[in-house]
């Protein structure tokens, strides 16, 4: 099957520590992206990678940080210095990055819910 | 600066009638509009799409109407069913852009 997996689906950290939230694509997609998902609020972009070894950060990257070291894997840690992170994570990819000469939708995992305690 | 807006949190509709979730947006130069559907504690769905050289598109139940002289589209579910409860959510994507905006979604209640 084709698709995109996240894990852990729920996550608790304690004040002060980093943790690493696992994305990985099988759909040979270029671009994944990070964006979290706040109550009442939009999904908000963090960072974004168009190919391997390359990203950008987004509307709100501080706190977090990401590597794309395969095309398949692009993993989000959230660090301590990110002073609100309790949040809904969505990791998603897709065939081109939007605008880039193809409009195409982005495909996303089943999320991560992470809870600092 | 939310670019895309959806002004409704929550639309309540009857069974078998006719569901109009409403998007505005104020950045001139998107060109690609999407419709998510959102089911809690989940990833979302892809719905359905419009370039902006279109004013319509169709796929079974759902259509997205595109206005751009007003930035508004609208997505109509007809007839609404029970199972179309969910959140949903407008996105948008600019040309020069690097990916989706997204507005704060609306939660769709389709009562029987």
């Known amino acids: 099957d084709g698709g995109i997996t996240q894990s852990p689906k729920y996550l608790f950290r304690k004040e002060g520590q980093n943790v690493t939230l696992s994305c990985e694509q099988n759909?040979?997609?270029?671009?994944m992206y990070w964006y979290r998902q706040d109550p009442g609020q939009g999904l908000r972009l963090i960072y974004y990678?168009?190919?391997?070894?390359?990203?950008q950060k987004g509307d709100i990257a501080e706190g977090y940080s990401v590597s794309r070291e395969k095309k398949e894997s692009f993993p989000l840690t959230v660090t301590s210095a990110q002073k609100n992170p309790t949040a809904f994570y969505l990791c998603?990819?897709?065939?081109?990055?939007?605008?880039?000469?193809?409009?195409?939708?982005?495909?996303f995992g089943q999320g991560t819910r992470l809870t600092v305690v | 600066d939310q670019q895309v807006k959806q002004n409704s949190p929550s639309l309540s509709v009857q069974e078998g009638r006719i569901s109009i979730l409403n998007c505005d947006y104020t950045n001139s130069m998107f060109d690609y509009f999407l419709w998510y559907k959102k089911y809690p504690a989940e990833g979302p769905t892809f719905l359905i799409s419009?370039?902006?050289?279109?004013d319509k598109n169709e796929d079974g139940r759902f259509t997205v109407f595109l206005n751009k002289s007003a930035k508004h589209l609208s997505l109509h579910i007809v007839p609404s069913q029970p199972g179309d409860s969910a959140v949903y959510f407008c996105?948008?994507?600019?040309?020069?852009?690097?990916?989706?905006?997204f507005g704060k979604g609306t939660s769709l209640l389709v009562t029987p």
């Open positions: 996105a948008a994507s600019a040309i020069s852009g690097y990916a989706l905006n």
């Open positions: 759909l040979n997609h270029d671009a």
């Open positions: 990678s168009q190919i391997v070894n390359d990203f």
């Open positions: 419009i370039s902006s050289i279109k």
């Open positions: 998603a990819s897709s065939i081109d990055v939007p605008g880039q000469g193809g409009s195409t939708e982005a495909f």
